[in-house]
């Protein structure tokens, strides 16, 4: 008789706890999936910057076979674009476009010239950068890269004739961006591009050669996009 009632007692005891497991699983609620945080969309490669760029000649130049002869240049402040592709957030490609005019003057030997002509100057350069970028919003760059200067709508003043040839340049820069979102920053910008160029002039029926080392200091302040 005892058997019977322990086992009796033993079954309604697991009859009881299988019901309120039951229950449980049916009141408790169903865990919903948590839905993925929305994808943080990569900016573009693409930046662009609108600079005021002052340009600072060096004041050198020779014209051959007159002793003791020199040249010296205006200088300009002049709206420049540049345009920048990034490969990687580290390395990227810069291309500055602007173009400004200078007047060629007679120094030392020479000075009683005066202004001996003016020239327009249209000077893309190409240049090769790597951004430093561990200091949050403050963005610091250096580049180096090659330029090509055109010289077009030259004018003879004290001179019959001037013809400044095209030619090749080096140029290193160093700047920054200080990015105030995502898209919108401030840029300064410091490049030196080496530039000598040949010249043919003609004064008072002779014609004569030389050469003009201008090596710019292009220094520039503005505004950055990145798309």
């Known amino acids: 008789m005892w058997t019977r009632r322990i086992s009796a007692l033993a079954a309604t005891t697991a009859f009881l706890l299988i019901g309120q497991a039951a229950s449980a699983a049916d009141v408790s609620p169903v865990a919903e999936p948590t839905p993925e945080a929305p994808a943080v969309s990569a900016l573009s490669p693409w930046q662009i910057r609108v600079r005021g760029l002052g340009v600072i000649t060096n004041d050198e130049g020779k014209v051959n076979g007159v002793a003791n002869s020199d040249l010296s240049y205006s200088d300009s402040v002049i709206p420049e674009l540049d345009i920048t592709y990034y490969f990687t957030d580290n390395i990227a490609a810069e291309l500055i476009l602007g173009t400004t005019r200078a007047n060629v003057y007679g120094e030392d030997s020479i000075k009683s010239l005066g202004k001996i002509g003016s020239t327009w100057l249209l000077?893309?350069?190409?240049t090769l950068q790597y951004h430093f970028t561990d200091f949050g919003a403050f963005k610091p760059y250096v580049g180096a890269g090659i330029n090509y200067t055109m010289f077009y709508s030259q004018d003879a003043k004290s001179a019959d004739d001037l013809d400044i040839k095209?030619?090749?340049g080096a140029a290193v820069q160093v700047g920054f961006d200080y990015m105030v979102n995502d898209h919108w920053g401030?840029?300064?910008?410091?490049?030196?591009?080496?530039?000598?160029?040949?010249?043919?002039?003609?004064?008072?029926?002779?014609?004569l050669k030389g050469?003009?080392?201008?090596?710019?200091w292009l220094i520039g302040a503005g505004v950055t996009y990145r798309f």
Do not use: R
Request: charged share 25%; hydrophobic share 35%; aromatic share 12%.
């Open 166 to 168: 095209n030619t090749f």
């Open 211 to 216: 050469s003009a080392k201008l090596d710019p």
């Open 186 to 207: 401030l840029n300064f910008d410091v490049k030196k591009i080496f530039l000598k160029p040949d010249f043919d002039v003609t004064v008072g029926g002779t014609d």
């Open 123 to 126: 000077p893309p350069t190409l």
